[in-house]
Nanobody
Framework: QVQLVESGGGLVQPGGSLRLSCVASGFTFSRYGMRWYLQAPGKERELVARISAAGVFTSYADSVKGRFTISRDNAKNTVFLQMTSLKPEDTAVYYC??????????WGQGTQVTVSS
């Protein structure tokens, strides 16, 4: 059974930091590119960051460049999103996504991040 389980969300003040984690099971994690998406209330889901299967290549949305860092630990089947200098507009549900680039794509259930004073 494929599972992606996110954690690490919560309430944080503007300028603060959070580290999201996504633990994968039920598929060969090291063969999948991993992505983080966000979905703000009333808006479409958008890509935040992605990392290649081996962790060599990363890319980011312009809105988070220099503030967010995606990384992965293939030995632990886990992908991370380190978020710093958080802004109120970062408030959203954050989703983990696994994609083999050919046939298969999996989603987690999401974790809420709220940036507010």
């Amino acid at each position: 059974q494929v599972q992606l389980v996110e954690s690490g969300g919560g309430l944080v003040q503007p300028g603060g930091s959070l580290r999201l984690s996504c633990v994968a099971s039920g598929f060969t994690f090291s063969r999948y590119g991993m992505r983080w998406y966000l979905q703000a209330p009333g808006k479409e889901r958008e890509l935040v960051a992605r990392i290649s299967a081996a962790g060599v290549f990363t890319s980011y949305a312009d809105s988070v460049k220099g503030r967010f860092t995606i990384s992965r630990d293939n030995a632990k089947n886990t992908v991370f999103l380190q978020m710093t200098s958080l802004k109120p507009e970062d408030t959203a549900v954050y989703y983990c996504n696994a994609n083999d680039g050919v046939h298969y794509e999996y989603w987690g259930q999401g974790t809420q991040v709220t940036v507010s004073s």
